[in-house]
């Protein structure tokens, strides 16, 4: 049987895959970096991260 | 919280540091703590560490990092509230595992990151990473297309930073684990475009929602 493991995992995919992938149940997240609360979120608004904000800003369509 | 899973399989993937907290038919496997996480290397390997091993006793729905719930009756009522879809997600994903699979440039392409002298190389930027995006989003086709997968059990993300033409994420059966690596290595071998890293078996979060 194959045991799940990701210490294989670079470290960049493992920031992108529990940051912006996993189930969400309604509540609160808070990602705090060195002691800093950098975002909180409250029900089901989806988390991302600031390269996925700055991704999704790089694709948006022009006025 | 650090995952779901379905309520008859608590005990057996539960642990002493976990807290268990149930509905009827699904459970929320969470780790008590004073404040909330730090996205810190640790917290997050730790994070990965704990829904890896948990995914490893039983079928579950790993948890995004950092919900931080004020108590087990508040997350309780969180679980109450989304137990049907819940349900829904770990029968679908049931004892399934997630292969991840980088695909990386052979050679250097536009970057993001330069910031453009001029109008004009703004929209020659522009244009290069969207024929970058297409050139890789035909690339994951083809590579989809080789796999003995079903289209619905692979998603990807196209150009996620420099350097990665796509993340690619499979949900196989653990039996399918080393097949599908051997073809996906392959893959990478004969591609002149991209190079292919697969990392897993890993629990399912790009299939958890």
Same mark, same amino acid.
């Given at each position: 049987?194959?045991?799940?493991?990701?210490?294989?995992?670079?470290?960049? $995919?493992?920031? $992108?895959?529990?940051?912006?992938?996993?189930?969400?149940?309604?509540?609160? %997240?808070?990602?705090?970096? %060195?002691?800093? $609360?950098?975002?909180?979120?409250?029900?089901?608004?989806?988390? %991302?991260?600031? $390269?996925?904000?700055?991704?999704?800003?790089?694709?948006?369509?022009?006025? | 919280?650090?995952?779901?899973?379905?309520?008859? !399989?608590? !005990?057996?993937?539960?642990?002493?540091?976990?807290?268990?907290?149930?509905?009827?038919?699904?459970?929320?496997?969470?780790?008590?703590?004073?404040?909330?996480?730090?996205?810190?290397?640790?917290?997050?390997?730790?994070? !990965?560490?704990?829904? +890896?091993?948990?995914?490893?006793?039983?079928?579950?729905?790993?948890?995004?990092?950092?919900?931080?719930?004020?108590?087990? !009756?508040?997350?309780?009522?969180?679980?109450?509230?989304?137990?049907?879809?819940?349900?829904?997600?770990?029968? +679908?994903?049931?004892?399934?595992?997630?292969?991840?699979?980088?695909?990386?440039?052979?050679?250097?392409?536009?970057?993001?990151?330069?910031?453009?002298? +001029?109008?004009?190389?703004?929209?020659?930027?522009?244009?290069?990473?969207?024929?970058?995006?297409?050139?890789?989003?035909?690339?994951?086709?083809?590579?989809?297309?080789?796999?003995?997968?079903?289209?619905?059990?692979?998603?990807?993300?196209?150009?996620?930073?420099?350097?990665?033409?796509?993340?690619?994420?499979?949900?196989?059966?653990?039996?399918?684990?080393?097949?599908?690596?051997?073809?996906?290595?392959?893959?990478?071998?004969?591609?002149?475009?991209?190079?292919?890293?697969?990392?897993?078996?890993?629990?399912?979060?790009?299939?958890?929602?």
């Amino acid at each position: 049987m194959n045991d799940v493991a990701s210490s294989d995992i670079p470290l960049v $995919d493992i920031v $992108d895959r529990l940051l912006e992938r996993g189930v969400v149940l309604a509540g609160r %997240a808070t990602i705090s970096v %060195a002691g800093v $609360d950098l975002i909180e979120l409250r029900l089901n608004v989806l988390l %991302a991260s600031v $390269d996925a904000l700055h991704r999704v800003e790089r694709e948006r369509p022009l006025p | 919280m650090r995952a779901i899973v379905r309520t008859a !399989d608590a !005990d057996r993937s539960a642990s002493t540091d976990l807290v268990v907290v149930r509905a009827d038919e699904v459970a929320a496997l969470a780790t008590a703590c004073a404040g909330a996480p730090e996205a810190t290397e640790s917290e997050l390997r730790t994070h !990965d560490a704990i829904t +890896s091993r948990i995914h490893s006793a039983s079928p579950s729905l790993p948890s995004r990092f950092g919900q931080l719930f004020t108590d087990e !009756d508040a997350l309780a009522r969180a679980l109450k509230e989304r137990e049907e879809s819940l349900r829904k997600g770990l029968d +679908s994903v049931g004892a399934r595992v997630e292969l991840s699979a980088t695909l990386h440039w052979r050679s250097a392409r536009a970057s993001a990151g330069t910031a453009p002298a +001029s109008g004009t190389e703004y929209l020659e930027a522009r244009a290069a990473r969207e024929r970058e995006r297409q050139r890789a989003e035909q690339i994951v086709t083809r590579l989809v297309e080789q796999l003995p997968i079903e289209r619905a059990f692979a998603r990807h993300r196209s150009c996620p930073r420099d350097g990665v033409a796509a993340i690619v994420a499979l949900l196989v059966t653990r039996d399918e684990v080393e097949t599908m690596r051997t073809h996906i290595q392959s893959f990478g071998e004969r591609s002149s475009e991209v190079t292919a890293a697969v990392h897993g078996p890993l629990p399912p979060y790009s299939f958890a929602s």
